[in-house]
């Protein structure tokens, strides 16, 4: 089994609605965000997927939110803008765009800081 993954970052500010704590007020964070997938094997050219499409998809994904207040971009104008709800979002958006590879999509991570990030693996 291989796993293919790839990095990009967007910048956004954020604050958490219901939460008791300095969070509850606008602030900002460069998120880094890391897609991963898995494949059973490699192309015919050695490749279990391409690096630059990964990284493509996913950019396109985050360019939305980039250099926003997540709370005003759909979902989070509905649902909190935490690295959580991030990270499913992020990983429900690209999961089509895989469907026709075979690849499957294992994983999404969303770090707030160099010490804080979430996974979300599905189940």
Known sequence: MF???VEDHFDAAHFLRDYHGKCENLHGHRYKVVA???ARGVSEIGLAYD???LRKHLSEILARFDHTCLN???PFDRINP???NIAVTVFNELKPRL???PVTL????VWETP????LYTPD
């Open 3 to 5: 796993q293919v993954s």
């Open 36 to 38: 991963r997938v898995s």
């Open 51 to 53: 690096f630059t499409r």
């Open 72 to 74: 005003d971009v759909p």
């Open 82 to 84: 935490s690295s959580e």
């Open 99 to 101: 469907a026709s590879v």
């Open 106 to 109: 294992s994983g999404v991570e």
């Open 115 to 118: 010490q804080s990030w979430v």
